[in-house]
C-alpha cells in the first residue's frame, strides 16, 4: 500500500496534484466503524492507517477518511441516497462511487444504477490496492 502512495505522489505533477491527509490511528478507526455500525474491510484500513483520505490526481480521485479535519468520511453519497445499503461508499473517482461490497467482498466502481442489473458491468477490484493500481495505470497510460 504505501509503495502505491509513493507512486502517485511520484506521478503528482501541477495539474494532477495530489494531498494525503494524517494517518488515522487504528482507535479512530474502530470508533468510527463502531459509531456508524459499519466494518471497514481491512486493505481499506491499510489505507486510512497510511492515509485519512486523499485528493488524488487533481481530485480525479478522492478517498475519505474516518475522523479529522477532512472533506468527506467514508459512506458520503455525492448522489443523495442512491447508492445500496449493500455498498459501503469509500471514495469517488470522476463521476463514479469507489464502494465496498461486503457481501461479495470486492471493490467496484458504481454508477448510480440499479446496483443488482449492473453488477456484471461494474469495474471490480480484489482489494483497495488493486483501485490504487487501476488509478495510477490510468494516469500512467495518459502520460506517454
Do not use: Q
Request: aromatic share 14%; charged share 30%; net charge negative.
Amino acid at each position: 500500500m504505501k509503495s502505491r502512495i509513493e507512486k502517485i505522489k511520484s506521478l503528482s505533477g501541477s495539474w494532477m496534484e495530489s494531498y494525503f491527509f494524517p494517518p488515522a490511528s487504528e482507535s479512530e478507526i474502530s470508533e468510527y466503524e463502531k459509531s456508524n455500525n459499519i466494518i471497514i474491510p481491512k486493505s481499506y484500513k491499510e489505507f486510512l492507517m497510511l492515509t485519512n483520505g486523499a485528493r488524488i490526481f487533481g481530485s480525479d480521485m478522492c478517498s475519505y477518511g474516518v475522523s479529522g479535519d477532512i472533506n468527506h468520511y467514508l459512506n458520503y453519497d455525492f448522489t443523495n441516497g442512491s447508492v445500496p445499503e449493500e455498498l459501503l461508499i469509500l471514495g469517488d473517482y470522476n463521476d463514479t462511487h469507489i464502494c465496498y461490497d461486503h457481501h461479495d467482498d470486492i471493490y467496484v466502481l458504481y454508477r448510480d444504477e440499479k446496483y443488482e442489473c449492473i453488477k456484471e458491468e461494474c469495474v471490480i477490484f480484489d482489494d483497495f490496492c488493486e483501485v490504487l493500481d487501476f488509478v495510477i495505470d490510468v494516469v500512467d497510460e495518459e502520460d506517454e
